[in-house]
T-cell receptor, first 114, second 117 residues
Framework: AQSVTQLDSQVPVFEEAPVELRCNYS??????LFWYVQYPNQGLQLLLK??????LVKGINGFEAEFNKSQTSFHLRKPSVHISDTAEYFC????????????FGKGTTLSVSS | DAGVIQSPRHEVTEMGQEVTLRCKPI?????LFWYRQTMMRGLELLIY????????DSGMPEDRFSAKMPNASFSTLKIQPSEPRDSAVYFC???????????????FGAGSRLTVL
């Protein structure tokens, strides 16, 4: 079975600073990896996904993530954040072969202040 | 398309009462998922349907919970009897294809916030 660990529950940053949200996963098989974002009182929206190919994945709103198989990580980065990036971010994993539904991490709250 | 539609958005009920949450997936999507979100446990998968058939219900907490998908455009999650520990936000999501295809781009509804007193 897969599991996801988001290492930071809260990340406070100043506007225009870079940010990295960390995600590690545990799985004995090949996986698909995802980042979703949840704005207050809304459902989750897809930011980006890694299915195969290039390990650097670009998503919406200037976010990108890098798949590192040896470190079983899929960290999310943005070089310069905006106030509007304040939200909760979820890393998720699914098993490529078994076709399991997404397993989510507990989320990281990104708070951007001016 | 109006997206995934959930109702009610908010429900406050008393312990022991029956609660029914409803979901209308995006037209054409053939996979539907129910998740529960709490501060303590984060997002937990409760059940997953593909082509209206339950595929994985291992996350359903206990017999008090049941889910149905009578047709491609409607699903319900029922809790009977409800307990205070069931208080959470319940999300419905749908997708085109199955997880094994990698088509796990879930579209989430806005959620149903349940409070059991």
């Amino acid at each position: 079975a897969q599991s996801v660990t988001q290492l930071d529950s809260q990340v406070p940053v100043f506007e225009e600073a870079p940010v990295e949200l960390r995600c590690n996963y545990s799985s004995s098989v090949s996986v698909y990896l995802f980042w979703y974002v949840q704005y207050p009182n809304q459902g989750l929206q897809l930011l980006l996904k890694y299915l195969s190919g290039s390990t650097l994945v670009k998503g919406i709103n200037g976010f990108e993530a890098e798949f590192n198989k040896s470190q079983t990580s899929f960290h999310l980065r943005k070089p310069s954040v905006h106030i509007s990036d304040t939200a909760e971010y979820f890393c998720a994993v699914s098993d490529q072969q078994a076709g399991t539904a997404l397993i989510f991490g507990k989320g990281t709250t990104l708070s951007v202040s001016s | 398309d109006a997206g995934v539609i959930q109702s009610p958005r908010h429900e406050v009920t008393e312990m022991g009462q029956e609660v029914t949450l409803r979901c209308k997936p995006i037209s054409g999507h053939n996979s539907l998922f129910w998740y529960r979100q709490t501060m303590m446990r984060g997002l937990e998968l409760l059940i997953y349907f593909n082509n209206n058939v339950p595929i994985d219900d291992s996350g359903m907490p206990e017999d008090r919970f049941s889910a149905k998908m009578p047709n491609a455009s409607f699903s319900t999650l029922k809790i009977q009897p409800s307990e205070p520990r069931d208080s959470a936000v319940y999300f419905c999501a749908s997708s085109l294809g199955t997880p094994v295809s990698g088509a796990n781009v879930l579209t989430f509804g806005a959620g149903s916030r349940l409070t059991v007193l």
